[in-house]
Nanobody, 128 residues
């Protein structure tokens, strides 16, 4: 299996929408935790949203609830994050991460140490 590869992102004005995608190639695990993190300039990396495929349960950071939506295409090994009503404070580098064969729930999905595979990141810039 290879590293996750992000695509999408870009620049948009506040109130606009963007979608970022992450492709996981060669993974054969049936249960996995797939997540998006982001790192804004001068800030620590933080969890944005995650999906545990074993139960199809989704988790979202409070600041993005109702605006961001995960979708998972198992056949295409792709995780997408649709971002609507974007705000300047959403500006960051967005990273996808995977814990293959792992488990995540509301208590641990933000813990970066459970994710063994990370993408290279894709920039999202929201202007006011």
């Amino acid at each position: 299996q290879g590293q996750p590869v992000e695509s999408g992102g870009g620049s948009v004005q506040a109130g606009g929408s963007l979608t970022v995608s992450c492709r996981f190639s060669g993974w054969t695990y049936s249960n996995k935790c797939l997540a998006w993190f982001r790192q804004a300039p001068g800030k620590e990396r933080e969890g944005v949203a995650a999906l545990y495929t074993g139960t199809s349960t989704e988790y979202y950071e409070n600041t993005v609830k109702g605006r961001f939506t995960l979708s998972h295409d198992n056949a295409a090994d792709t995780l997408r994050l649709e971002m609507n009503t974007l705000k300047p404070e959403d500006t960051a580098i967005y990273y996808c991460a995977a814990a293959m064969g792992g488990y995540c729930d509301s208590a641990n999905w933000r813990a970066q140490e459970i994710y063994g595979f990370w993408g290279q990141g894709t920039q999202v810039t929201v202007s006011s």
